[in-house]
């Protein structure tokens, strides 16, 4: 297969792209505005494969998204190419609302005008596979709230079933192409699976983020900021689980059908600083316990209380569990940031010094 790729050079884009070039026959055009996220850096490792090519190319441009599908022909789109961070959106709503939304349109019309002129059987065969979040779902009860019960499965999970009820700009913008990308089904009769994901992690993320913020502070000696309490509660995935369950979606996958991809990973916020303070405890040690770093703040607005992921259709329709724990998966991550502490230099300009967004 030809598998056109946007947002390759992002953090689950370029995951997906190592994932193919490395373990499958298939090739990727890479599709990438290359944002303050996107980073060519993350894909050292197969830029010199035949397999793989890169199109500097924003995908509401819909001129350069023709030339682009005309040149290359690919048999699927797997679309990753979004705004992602919630503080972000907070702080600037514009981008979410241009990328995720125009964006998606901009690349649904430019697939549909492609499809079009397939042959019957290679329109059957065509995806279009659009990545999207759990946080599209709103939130669920937290144990807190509930009685003191624990994170178990008597407490309730997002399905592929669960209404929709954004709560930030940024989900509010996915919820928004995931309608799209359905409508598009419906009315077009353009091929179209949808997947929801729960919190990522691994290599190559950049440093807005929870783990990767944490483990460059901690390194630094700076404050390791927490929400609140830090009791908030999310699914954790490691991202090369994810690269592999994507994957599995786009060939294997049902047309019309949306699959829920989660880690079976739920952590409080609290807990998941307090495990990566241990691992720097025993990889880096000083004299002072990095927990000690730690600093609660002013929680964000509108902040969601817990994500959970019931991910059992894509166990049973398409024979995927993720590999990672979330010990091994973090301590994996852990380690690589110490030992990539260039790539964090690099993609770290002078816009972005880990500062505190979305007040």
């Known amino acids: 297969m030809k598998i056109l790729i ?3 050079a992002g953090f689950i884009g370029s995951a997906v792209i190592r994932h193919i070039i490395k373990n499958t026959n298939d090739s990727v055009i890479n599709v990438d505005k290359l944002t303050y996220a996107g980073n060519l850096e993350s894909l050292i490792s197969v830029e010199n494969d035949n397999r793989y090519s890169f199109e500097h190319v924003d995908i509401c441009d819909s001129i350069e998204l023709e030339r682009v599908f005309r040149s290359y022909r690919p048999d699927a789109v797997m679309h990753l190419a979004a705004e992602s961070h919630v503080d972000r959106s907070i702080t600037g709503p514009s981008d979410f609302i241009q990328t995720n939304i125009v964006g998606t349109y901009t690349l649904l019309e430019a697939t549909r005008e492609y499809w079009n002129t397939l042959s019957a059987d290679s329109k059957k065969a065509f995806r279009f596979h659009h990545i999207s979040t ?13 009685d003191g ?19 930030s700009p940024y989900s509010a913008s996915k919820a928004s192409s995931d309608h799209l990308v359905r409508s598009w089904l419906r009315t077009y009769g353009l091929p179209t699976i949808i997947t929801n994901c729960s919190n990522n992690y691994g290599p190559y993320h950049f440093p807005e983020k929870l783990i990767p913020l944490v483990i460059l502070n901690a390194l630094e000696g700076k404050q390791l900021p927490i929400y609140g309490k830090g009791d908030q509660i999310r ?5 090369e689980d994810h690269a592999c369950a994507l994957y599995k979606v786009v060939t294997q996958g049902k ?4 699959y829920n991809i989660g880690g079976h990973n739920e952590k409080k916020n609290i807990e998941v600083v307090n495990t990566i303070c241990n691992i720097l405890d025993i990889l880096v040690p000083k004299d002072t316990p990095y927990a000690d770093q730690i600093n609660f703040v002013k929680d964000r607005p509108g902040h969601d209380r817990r994500y959970a992921i019931d991910a059992t259709k894509m166990s049973n329709e398409l024979n995927w569990l993720p590999k990672e724990t979330f010990e091994t998966g973090l301590r994996k991550t852990v380690e690589w940031y110490l030992s990539n502490q260039n790539w964090c230099q690099h993609v770290q300009d002078g816009s972005y010094q880990r500062e505190r967004l979305g007040i």
């Open 6 to 8: 946007t947002g390759g």
């Open 134 to 146: 759990d946080e599209v779902y709103g939130d669920l009860p937290h144990p807190d709230d509930l």
């Open 149 to 167: 019960l624990s994170l178990s499965e008597e407490l309730p999970l997002f399905t592929e079933e669960s209404t929709y009820a954004p709560s």
């Open 235 to 239: 699914d954790w995935l490691y991202v």
């Open 255 to 258: 047309v019309g059908e949306t």
